[in-house]
């Protein structure tokens, strides 16, 4: 590499994402069928559409504020309110963010000095460690396992913790393993939470998609809230991965540090985007449900079908993923999907790209048609037959 030594360091040695190696292979190929993206099939809503087509025939294309539009941001507390029954003050809790990924960039960038210790419970989403590091952190995994149902422990909690440690990253719904987490098993850990004083980052952009019972954040807890930060997002309730819109929810003191890593290399979400999620936000309570609906039926069909052809699945509780085990063909998790595409044009993504604990499992998504879903169990059951 010409420019090897003058590269930052820390750039050079982070991995390249493993959900994208197998998604850019399977692109460069005919007739490959991909469960690889977490991406909704839904077209965005008409009437969410119609309101960034407005704005833009309007003319509403300059600048907004730095936090966003006073009137999204109103309209996500509400949303919050109203959904989970948590309080924020619009005018100081609130930073619309480009996607839930600025989100998380820009939090870990405000709260970490150089050393800190992250808690990441693993199997977790792929950014995280690289955006952890790229702050100055240290990524700290914990092992998250079916037998627990994905769910983080007391125990495995406490046991990670040093005097270095600074915040623990929380995903419920969990992306890879769709595992959640109820008000019991939060309110076992907020007391260690509580007791070492950790930042605590909860990323809740597969909330909605919380398939039995109510979905839990770990903000409703008034003891810890002023040192939790929610992220969330329109991507994955409203299928607007495209339009780049997340937010924070968070004390006002931390809004305002973030802020300013956020004015300047961001400057303001897109401004049709942020109408269009105003649009959203008020008024796609009806949308979340008609896409919740069809997800959980997918869920169900490829679970079944999962354990059918013998690849032992756990029952996901949230998000769109499942996270079968491939343990009794003796391959490697790499191994496994490399083969998978090379004989059978069937991409997924090995578990191994989610950090060592999701070594022996692949992540599938179903945010696809029930069609594709059966074409591609049809291919995995001719493989693992073989």
């Known amino acids: 590499m010409m420019f090897e030594e003058e590269i930052n360091q820390v750039v050079r040695y982070i991995k390249p994402s493993g959900i994208r190696k197998f998604f850019d292979i399977a692109k460069t190929r005919k007739n490959v069928i991909s469960l690889g993206v977490g991406e909704p099939d839904f077209i965005t809503p008409w009437h969410i559409r119609e309101a960034a087509i407005y704005a833009i025939e309007k003319g509403r294309t300059f600048y907004t504020g730095n936090k966003g539009l006073l009137e999204l941001r109103i309209g996500i507390c509400n ?35 150089p050393g800190d210790e992250v808690i990441l ?30 769910k983080l422990t007391p125990e495995a909690l406490s ?66 809230k002023d040192r939790v930060v929610v992220i969330n997002g329109f991507s994955k309730a409203y299928s607007m991965t495209g339009y780049r819109v997340g937010y924070i929810l968070a004390h ?13 290399t961001i ?15 008020n008024n796609g309570d009806n949308d979340i449900e008609v896409m919740f609906t069809s997800f959980k039926q997918r ?18 509780m949230g998000a769109f993923y499942v996270f079968p085990s491939i343990k009794i063909t003796g391959l490697k998790s790499e191994e496994f999907c490399e083969k998978l595409l090379n004989e059978e044009n069937l991409a997924l993504v090995p578990g191994n790209a989610f950090g060592e604990a999701g070594e022996g499992y692949v992540r599938i998504s179903y945010a696809y048609s ?9 291919k995995l059951e001719n493989f693992i037959n073989k």
């Open 159 to 224: 046991k990670v913790i040093t005097d270095k440690t600074k915040a623990i990253i929380l995903n419920f719904p969990g992306n890879p393993t769709g595992g959640i987490m109820t008000r019991e098993d939060y309110a076992k850990i907020v007391p260690i939470l509580k007791e070492h004083d950790l930042f605590v980052i909860t990323d809740e952009i597969y909330a909605e998609l919380t398939y039995e019972g109510k979905h839990v954040s770990i903000a409703e807890f008034d003891e810890i």
């Open 121 to 150: 419970p693993t199997p977790a989403y792929v950014a995280y460690a690289a955006i952890i590091e790229m702050a100055g952190g240290k990524v700290v995994e914990t092992e998250l396992t079916e037998e627990n149902e994905f």
């Open 79 to 113: 949303y919050y309110k109203r959904r989970f029954n948590i309080s924020y003050d619009p005018e100081a809790n609130v930073i619309v963010t480009v996607g839930g990924s600025e989100a998380i960039d820009i939090i870990l960038r405000t709260v970490l000095k």
């Open 267 to 281: 400057m303001c979400a897109t401004t049709p985007s942020q109408y269009a999620a105003i649009e959203a936000v």
């Open 370 to 378: 029930l069609d594709e879903i059966k074409q591609a169990l049809a």
């Open 299 to 316: 869920r169900n069909y490829i679970v079944k079908e999962l354990n059918r052809i013998g690849l032992k699945t756990h029952m996901p």
């Open 252 to 264: 006002k003191d931390i809004v305002s540090m973030a802020l300013k890593i956020h004015q300047y």
